[in-house]
């Protein structure tokens, strides 16, 4: 029995393709094979494999439907968080979604999922992406602050849900937690932020996330050791599409 992630599979069985690095860049060609390959290799009917966010380009469920159909033929229990290009999820009809395709897909939000005795958290999350000013050396010399006005508001909203989270799992008695988001944790400037704190403050052991994706964004954010947790990007090009055993 093991726990697995991964996160960004843009899938695009039925609707249009937004991004043309996914049509230019190698590591994108056929993804949907590899990928399924990989989970068919790695992955057990008795393993857990967790999709951070940014699972498909349709705008709406019909549009996702192949899409999700695809995901819920890969091996093991799937669990699904939202990514910024879910158009397909509303959050706050969670339950609708569950509701139809339990116990096939579980779409995780508010609440928590049971991986032996730990608790799996998680949320969207949300991270000031700027635009950023830059000196003619290319170092950064400001940033919109408009734009990070309108990200703390979002970024406030989503700490609620991820404290809901925690705080569910909390009080039906779990005390390990693992922590999803689809956001990095932090942004280019930060070292530390409101979602590095919440992990240490429940004392999650992992914080998984995606979003970085393309070799540029990589190093967004953190990896590995950071104060008493550890770090993992999991966005599906940079794992190249072979997801990421998280727990045994
Ligand atoms: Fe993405
Ligand atoms: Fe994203």
Redesign the pocket.
């Known amino acids: 029995m093991s726990l697995y992630a991964i996160g ?1 599979l843009h899938l695009h069985f039925q609707s249009v393709l937004k991004a043309p690095a996914q049509l230019h860049d190698r590591v994108w060609k056929n993804h949907e094979e590899k990928f399924r390959k990989n989970c068919e290799k790695l992955v057990g009917e008795d393993d857990t494999l967790v999709l951070v ?2 699972h498909s380009w349709g705008r709406s469920l019909p549009e996702c439907a192949l899409d999700l159909a695809y995901i819920r033929d890969l091996p093991g229990r799937k669990i699904l968080t939202r ?3 879910d158009m397909f999820w509303d959050a706050k009809k969670t339950g609708q979604l569950n509701a139809q395709f339990q116990p096939d897909l579980t779409f995780l939000q508010d609440s928590y999922e049971a991986y032996r005795d730990y608790a799996l958290v998680g949320t969207k999350g949300f991270t000031f992406e700027g635009p950023f000013y830059l000196d003619w050396r290319g170092r950064i010399i400001g940033w919109d602050e408009e734009a990070e006005i309108h990200a703390k508001k979002l970024i406030e909203r989503e700490l609620q849900r991820l404290r809901k989270s925690f705080e569910a799992a909390k009080a039906d008695g779990y005390r390990k937690y693992i922590m999803f988001l ?2 990095p944790p932090t942004n280019i400037l930060e070292e530390r932020s409101s979602f590095t704190d919440m992990a240490e403050e429940y004392g999650a052991e992992q914080v998984i996330y ?2 970085s994706h393309g070799e540029s964004r990589f190093h967004d954010s953190i990896h590995g050791e950071f104060r008493g947790r550890t770090y993992h990007l999991v966005s599906g090009d940079y794992l190249r599409w072979k997801p990421l055993k998280i727990l045994e």
């Open positions: 960004d966010g940014d990514g910024n290009h689809h956001y995606a979003h």
